[in-house]
């Protein structure tokens, strides 16, 4: 009598099953979803408000993600061995951290424009017209392309077995590995978290006065780390009903209504420019 298919495999080959199914998963969701409304962004972004500007480029940082981050690791599962030289090995490792800062950050930046935005009115967006690179998202990108260089000293190709060779992190303490997983715990996620929770409880105060296996669990948790970047798009899409209602009408195959004339499109830009749906 043949056996179960769970009985055919062992606890190992079930748990690898499961990472290559979540990260095909993710791969697909992160690209579809980021690549969608970045899409719709790019078509009208002649009428982009300063926050489509940031959605852009969470977008892009998903991407990063999805591409450098999600994908390698799919492969490499698939192959079960790191496939390549030294020099490639370094490079997936250090983009890999790049999107997971960047994306993390970009939402900072969001949080911290939005912030100034309403309790510094007077302050924000003072230089006039919006440039396609303002400080937030520039110190973002910065910091994540800085944050991530220890990856290319850390990570190499080692050789674990006679002509075996792995995309290994190699440290010089034993403490090493731990040090190292706690600074991308709170580089990545608790710095993040607390930064933008101190910009939500300043927004809040200001609107007011007006039982399983410990290594089966870590994996999936970590596999699951990059699932923001799945729904990052819906997320910011849904509270901006300009870009919403552009993807309503790219699903609908609805064209686009002819424009009336120049003047009254230069008069309706012009009354239009201080409306909520502007700047979101």
Not at 89 to 109: D, E, H, T
Request: aromatic letters at 12%; charged letters at 15%.
């Amino acid at each position: 009598m043949a056996k179960p298919f769970f009985c055919l495999k062992g606890p190992s080959e079930i748990i690898l099953i499961s990472e290559i199914g979540i990260l095909g998963l993710v791969l697909a969701l992160t690209t579809l979803g980021n690549g969608f409304v970045l899409w719709v962004l790019l078509r009208r972004r002649k009428y982009n408000a300063p926050m489509h500007l940031f959605m852009v480029n969470l977008c892009v940082a998903d991407l990063v993600v999805a591409f450098f981050q999600v994908l390698p690791q799919l492969v490499w599962d698939i192959t079960e061995r790191f496939q390549g030289p030294d020099v490639l090995c370094r490079s997936v490792k250090y983009l890999q951290i790049v999107g997971m800062f960047a994306s993390s950050y970009m939402i900072v930046a969001m949080t911290v424009d939005r912030h100034n935005a309403i309790c510094c009115p007077l302050q924000a967006y003072k230089g006039g017209a919006v440039s396609c690179w303002n400080t937030p998202i520039m110190v973002a990108w910065g910091l994540a392309l800085v944050l991530s260089v220890p990856q290319v000293f850390i990570f190499s190709r080692s050789e674990v077995s006679p002509r075996v060779f792995e995309c290994w992190g190699n440290f010089a303490e034993p403490w090493g590995l731990k040090a190292y997983v706690t600074w991308m715990t709170i580089a990545v996620f608790l710095l993040p978290t607390f930064i933008i929770t101190v910009c939500q409880v300043l927004l809040v105060s200001v609107h007011s006065i007006c039982v399983c296996n410990p290594r089966v669990a870590f994996t999936i948790l970590m596999l699951l780390a990059s699932l923001n970047s799945c729904t990052n798009p819906w997320i910011y899409t849904a509270f901006s009903s300009s870009v919403s209602r552009e993807l309503l009408a790219l699903l609908r195959c609805r064209p686009k209504l002819p424009r009336r004339s120049s003047m009254h499109d230069h008069s309706s830009d012009i009354n239009t420019s201080t409306t909520k749906d502007n700047q979101y």
